[in-house]
């Protein structure tokens, strides 16, 4: 089977994990923060993935009761990929057929707060 027609891992679903994070300063995401604060922080995110074309996939993610369209996509091998939403992009990897291992990065979580970013986080989610 050529690559164009291998499918994609059908990630439709609900996701949900806790993030691992390394953040500076505060913003929507992460309220309470002092400027130039750092804090460690462990917040319950969702990913509800509604649609999928193969390869490209879509949905909502909600961290703190925040909430964002995001879009995906796999690379080739099918197993890794990146994903967007208006405040910054990820890469994530299967590590089964239900765990996602999620990275995301941003230099900051709200134009409109210069106080909010950076952020650094890496975590895993599990399709409920």
Known sequence: MSDSNKQAPNVIGTWVGKTNDAVIGGGSHYPDGEPGEVRFLGLTVTYQFNKQSNRAFAGIFTIEGHTVQIV???SSDLVSGTMADK???????MTG?????????????DRYDQSAGPVADCHEVTRQ
């Open 72 to 74: 995906g996509s796999f």
């Open 97 to 109: 057929p239900n765990v996602m291992s999620v990275n995301f990065a941003s230099t900051t979580t």
């Open 87 to 93: 405040d910054g992009t990820y890469t994530f990897k």
